[in-house]
């Protein structure tokens, strides 16, 4: 039996049509920011967004790095383009060709990067809720990051993650602790506009699959999303 999806209709004006419209709107930047300044307010209720995501056992393993110092942020960038360079080689015929008009990144040209980190040891050892899934504490951290970006779409700004880097320069080069993952490099900024279209789908390198495809009933159905 085949169930029929129902799309949601809201009026315009309703808090739920805004949500629907940012998350809709939001794209993962690279080439769209205009180094301009990101007002602290701004920040402020970013970053108060970022934190109030839900956490496992309310551990709240997580941090942010604040990135503005240039050099730092070269230094980052040289990285970032070498481990490219890493994954071009791995590439042959048209996804090489392909893949050479993506940009990665968009370290220096962003206001500000935003690290954000996972501490295991936050809230430990009895996180309430992490004894079977030990990664619960790591996913917490991306609900943030989530909240970091949709709240910093709704006030105009851009994000995006970088991940294209190991951990452990990363870690050496922003003197994070032994044991804390730096688990993602966010570019922030104001930006001169969102895409329509997420860059890979631009570019042709993926297509995002239709929500039947990924959509299972009971139990899951093999062989949908390939």
């Known amino acids: 039996m085949t169930t029929a999806r129902r799309v949601p209709q809201f009026p315009a004006s309703t808090p739920a049509a805004d949500l629907y419209d940012v998350i809709q709107r939001r794209r993962d930047v690279r080439s769209e920011f205009t180094g301009g300044e990101i007002p602290d307010d701004v ?3 970013v970053l108060t967004a970022a934190h109030s995501a839900p956490s496992v056992g309310l551990s709240q393993p997580w941090d942010f790095v604040l990135v503005r110092d240039e050099s730092t942020r070269r230094s980052f ?3 970032v383009l070498a481990e490219r360079s890493v994954f071009a080689a791995q590439l042959r015929g048209e996804r090489a060709q392909t893949f050479s008009k993506i940009k990665v990144e968009g370290i220096v040209e962003s206001s500000m990067g935003v690290v954000v980190t996972y501490d295991p040891d936050r809230g430990a050892p009895e996180v309430l809720g992490r ?3 030990a990664d619960a504490g790591l996913y917490s951290v991306c609900l943030a990051i989530q909240n970091l970006w ?6 105009g700004l851009g994000v995006g993650w970088v991940s294209f880097y190991r951990e452990e320069f990363l870690r050496r080069l922003l003197d994070i602790p032994t044991g804390v993952r730096p688990v993602a490099w966010l570019c922030v900024g104001p930006v001169r506009a969102l895409a329509d279209t997420p860059d890979l789908e631009r570019h042709g390198w993926r297509r995002r699959l239709p929500l039947e495809k990924v959509v299972h009933y009971e139990k899951y159905r093999h ?3 390939r």
């Open 43 to 45: 920040l402020d209720r």
């Open 131 to 133: 004894h079977a899934i």
């Open 150 to 155: 949709l709240t910093a779409t709704a006030e």
């Open 77 to 79: 960038r040289e990285h």
């Open 223 to 225: 062989g949908l999303a």
